[in-house]
């Protein structure tokens, strides 16, 4: 989707002969354009909730909401929470998750330990621990397989007594991992910094296994009761920030760089193909403050505007 | 949460105590509960929304304890050894007594709460009655009052007809079993204090010291206690239940508490809520009251037999 953005803006400006943006500059006004209209996605979906509240929206075809609903699930990401210590986790960051995050959706937490130790044995797709019987643990297949020397995870799909046979290959010889049943999960909740003292000291209200909360202090997430306290316990469904697009060219020809897709550093937009004209629109108006043409900025503004109260 | 197998309900899959399971199906946890509500009852298009968890938690457990003070009917039932200092104390989760008996030669006798009081705090006095401090001003007091003395001394006397009662000095009478028989005044005591008329042991509940102060004809006796608690199961929210017939209450009960307390709720909402959840505890309680025609039944045919 990229090129084709890049090509209407320019299209677009070189009427007239208007001007042109150099690829590098394209690119940081598509970053900007993508996270205009990423962050614009939420507040659309609040302001369908409340149409849909006041019963002015519609099923089917209809469902708006459910189109940004969509939107927005493209950023969704699910992943275990790096430990840090005691009842602190690392938030998703590009050197624990490999990504930023946007919100933090749901904290999900794994609260029965089935069996732990280190793999004494290789195989593929296999985790292998002479040590212990994993039946006799009750380990079963839907449970959570965590690598504790490299923080990766991975699912049963059956169980031997010293074998276990996993959905992905994440173990070599001596790593350290534990297995989480995959049914006993307990949903934290975010509470804030001024009520959790109180929330600790209530009798009835005190969080438990049953009903786990976190506060966040960046960038650590405080798990309640303390005994959260290990890798595999925490799991983060989030929105990430989308990737910064980039348009990737190789050597110029005729004066023109020539879009290359295979680069290794290419990003397209991760927006759906719907948002491309608004991302021509958004882009046009960046592009124009760049060249000091007030006519381009204007044609962005104004079809934005009109394409935004129709979509009301 | 699946429901349970039938192997996991008579045997716990195998584990220990097999007997976990039994009869769990009557109840529906409080994690479900929870959940339930959070997913059926709050969000975008419900009348809650907004509302943390803690909150939903808080109402649930104040609902059910609620409920465990009297729709329930779940009695705890504990049985203990009454002291020689005639003391019972009362159990970790107690809130409130139903009934305390005495059970003695296979038979349960249930006791009257003492009208008057049967325990004291007391200070130490001089000769003329001024209270005594030690060295820090606090006032220095005996190990027993007076009246705790006497009654665990057996020298008390009692205002019951039971053997402390002053009446029964001085009459000949029969001792057997344990027990005083006398020839007379058997059925006419023309004007009686009924309140009082009853040969058991008394008792009296001393609750900010958490025990059960017995008469002295206890000592050594097993006391059966029948009290309710609040269900809150020693704080393990996994072990918190509710009854099915009281479920949609519940749900009606943590709606109505959050809308009442919320802003900008109106008013024919919230009294909505109040009458759903009144009605919903009277249908749960009428269902609890078990009335069986068979067991009415039962009752009914001692209507012809004949008052002699």
Known sequence: MINSVRNTVLSILNKNNYGYISPSDFNLFAKQAQLDIFEDYFYQYNYNINKENARASGTGYANITKGYEESINIFSESNFLVHSSINKFFTPSPSTTNDNYYLLNRVDIYTNLRANGFTNGTGTNELIDTLTDFIASGVKAGDIVLNLTDNTSSEVVSVATNVLTIDDDIFVLGDEFSVYSGSDISEAERVSQSKISLLNSSLLTAPSNTFPVYTQEEPYLYMFPKTINSYGAVKCQYIRYP??????YVALSGGEPSFNASSPDYQDFEIPISDEPTLVL???????????EVAATQFGQSLENLETQKER | MAYLSEYQYYENDGNSPSNANWGSYQYVS???IVNNFMLMYAGNHSLVNNEERFKV??????GIQELNYDAFKEIKILELNVSNTLKYVLPSDYVNWVRISLYQNGVLRPMSENIQTNWSDAYLQDNDANILFDINGNILKPEFSNIDYERIKGTKKSIYLNPNNPQFDGFEGYYYDGEWYFDFQVGARFGLNTET????????????????NFSSDMAGELCILEYVSDGME???DTQISVNKLFEEYI???IEY??????????????RRAQKKKSSLLRNAKIRMSNIHPSRLLMNMRGRDKWLK
Not at chain 2, 57 to 62: G, N, P, V
Not at chain 2, 197 to 212: E, H, L, Q
Not at chain 2, 260 to 270: A, G, M, R, T
């Open chain 2, 257 to 270: 508490s959050i809308l009442h307390s919320k802003l900008n709720v109106q008013e024919y909402i919230v």
């Open chain 2, 234 to 236: 020693g704080g393990d």
């Open chain 1, 282 to 292: 958004k882009i046009l108006q960046y592009a124009g403050m760049s060249i000091r």
């Open chain 2, 30 to 32: 409080l994690k479900d």
């Open chain 2, 251 to 253: 749900y009606a009960y």
């Open chain 1, 243 to 248: 990737k910064d697009p980039k348009w990737t």
């Open chain 2, 197 to 212: 008329a009853n040969f058991n042991p008394t008792f009296k509940i001393d609750k900010k010291s958490g025990v059960i």
């Open chain 2, 57 to 62: 938690l808080f109402h649930a457990k104040r």
